[in-house]
């Protein structure tokens, strides 16, 4: 082989011989094991720590997003990667904070035209029904389509400096505290609820999902395929198939001896997955994607905190 031809081969994973079929495999096995260690992890803390069981007693979740964020950079750190290779810079950041807002803004207001017209709400904590699954699995394809249509026109349509997206950032976070005050809720329990759904369940996921597990997959796979200017690879299936499969774990407690999986939870999370796994891939970093993560998971205690 030339020294030509071994280069593009090093640069482009997809067009390895036969031979790349251990790396390949090595790395779907270290993937999947990975989403079992965290798993294990955040639900041993929560099972058999007083701090794990007083997270529980109160309805927080900081945990899991702690794991998820913990294990990502040490694995990282400990292997010599570079952190932007997975998705963890802020290079292009006044893009991510403009698209994190504003696709954040688009998804709380279809979230609240959803529930107003179609009598529509999700339960995080609940699995849905069929036809709940199948709506949400829907919204997402069409949001992942509007996606690919929405950044290809980037340049033309994102202007704000972060002097202007960070303050409305913060006035959308500020929403469910300034309910808690007005209905007469918890307010610091309201804070706590906003900081770990924003920062654990956004961020956590985000880093864990679409920064470590899609990023080491596409190191052995590559990115081959092509899509409205998007270059993806098997790390975004994998990555959305794992994500879905996290969330049919919510109701499994393997520590209690209760296997109740809750599989309508995994078509519109892998949907879901999909979404972030693109904006991802587009935008090389996972900073939008926990934006828009964020903020649509705190838009939905809003509903409950109005009910």
């Known amino acids: 082989m030339s020294d030509e031809s071994a280069s593009s081969a090093v640069k ?23 989403f079992a260690l965290v798993h294990v992890t955040y ?14 007693g109160t309805g927080l979740n900081f945990s899991p997003g702690a794991v998820m964020i913990l294990f990502t950079v040490a694995v990282v750190w400990l292997r010599g990667r570079s952190f932007a290779d997975y998705g963890l810079t802020l290079k292009d950041g006044r893009f991510s904070l403009n698209f994190g807002l504003i696709w954040g803004m688009l998804f709380t207001l279809a979230a609240a035209l959803v529930i107003k017209l179609a009598s529509i709400h999700f339960d ?14 829907s919204g997402e394809l069409v949001n992942t389509c ?40 918890p307010f610091l329990h309201t804070a706590l609820t906003v900081l770990w759904l ?13 920064g470590f597990i899609q990023s080491r997959v596409n190191e052995a796979f590559g990115r081959p395929f092509r899509f409205l200017g998007v270059e993806f ?25 209760r296997y109740d999986f809750a599989w309508l939870w995994w078509p519109p999370n892998f949907a879901a997955g999909l979404f972030f796994g693109l904006l991802r891939e587009k ?5 939008a994607g926990a934006i828009v993560h964020g903020l649509s998971d705190v838009s939905a205690t809003v509903p409950e905190m109005l009910g």
Do not use: M
């Not at 482009?12 to 990975?34: F, G, K, Q, T």
């Open 12 to 34: 482009n994973p997809a067009r390895l011989p036969s031979a790349s079929i251990l790396p390949r495999a090595a790395a779907l096995i270290e993937v999947v094991a990975a």
């Open 233 to 257: 690879g098997w790390g975004l299936v994998v990555s959305a198939t794992l994500f879905g499969c996290i969330h049919v774990l919510n109701t499994v407690d393997y520590f209690g001896g």
């Open 124 to 137: 995080p904590l609940h699995p849905p029904d069929l036809k709940k699954a199948l709506f949400a699995t």
């Open 198 to 210: 924003f920062f654990g369940a956004g961020f956590g996921e985000e880093i864990f999902f679409r």
């Open 146 to 185: 509007l996606l690919l249509w929405f950044l290809i026109r980037r340049r033309k349509v994102l202007f704000l400096t972060p002097l202007i997206t960070l303050p409305i950032l913060v006035f959308f976070l500020s929403i469910p505290l300034a309910l808690a005050l007005s209905f007469d809720k």
């Open 283 to 287: 935008t090389r970093s996972i900073l």
């Open 43 to 56: 639900r041993f803390f929560k099972r058999f720590t007083e701090l794990g069981q007083a997270e529980v």
